[in-house]
């Protein structure tokens, strides 16, 4: 498949992140996201889904400090080294997220979980879109068990005729939602993000889980 006229892969947001460090130019999506929104905090537990190749959870790494802590899941494997960040190269869809908590040391309820992830697209319009909708709702599913109340949750979405219904849905679990589209975002890219601010309620998961985690460290 041909790349669309004006395509141009190393553009100025590429080059800007080899020059800092990062391993990906859409480290500057989630900077911009989060200067607008104030949605890290020193000392914050993250959770980063389809975290590869690594920037958001660089960028989230520096912007927690010593104190915080990342987990990052991705299908595809993580090859940056962070001192306060955890990969696991896996399938969301097929891991018990419990019991990856208390192997790895994370007691939920998390600060903020955001994700990137997106499917392996087809060129089929329809199909990619529908795949990019079931990230985003297992993303959601996610945030709705193991984000405390007053979190904060960033997802992308590649916008279709669905995205009416997706923003119902993250709006009755976030006091506020905003549509984002970065200016890093390439301008032939229909995917935007949708970031839930302050969300409601109590985690469903997160209780159970620090229980368990409480448990070992006693049985330990």
């Known amino acids: 498949m041909s790349r669309p006229r004006g395509f141009n892969p190393k553009d100025r947001f590429f080059h800007k992140a080899k ?32 975290c590869s190749p690594g920037s958001w959870s660089q960028y989230a790494s520096q912007k927690i400090g010593d104190k915080g802590r990342v987990l990052g899941v991705d299908l595809k494997a993580v090859t940056v080294s962070l001192e306060n960040a955890t990969f696991i190269e896996a399938d969301l869809r097929d891991l ?35 795949r990019s909708l ?41 006091k506020k939602v905003e549509i984002v589209k970065p200016e890093a975002t390439r301008s032939i890219s229909k995917e935007i993000f949708f970031v839930g601010i302050s969300k409601l309620g109590a985690p469903a998961g997160a209780q159970k889980v620090a229980r368990q985690g409480t448990q070992q460290e006693d049985e330990s």
């Not at 911009?32 to 980063?48: S, T």
């Not at 992830?117 to 990619?128: F, L, R």
């Not at 709705?144 to 219904?165: I, M, Y």
């Open 134 to 174: 079931e990230l985003c709702e297992l993303s959601v599913d996610i945030a709705e068990r193991f984000l405390r109340p007053g979190g904060h949750f960033v997802t992308k979405f590649f916008h279709s005729n669905d995205f009416e219904a997706l923003r119902k849905l993250v709006q009755t679990r976030f």
């Open 19 to 50: 020059d800092e460090n990062f391993a990906a130019r859409s480290v500057y999506k989630l900077q911009e996201i989060d200067q607008r929104f104030k949605i890290f905090k020193q000392g914050a537990l993250v959770l980063d889904l389809g």
């Open 96 to 130: 018990k997220l419990e019991d990856v908590f208390v192997s790895y040391g994370f007691i939920p309820p998390f600060d903020l979980v955001i994700s990137d992830m997106a499917p392996n697209t087809s060129g089929i319009k329809s199909a990619d879109q529908a």
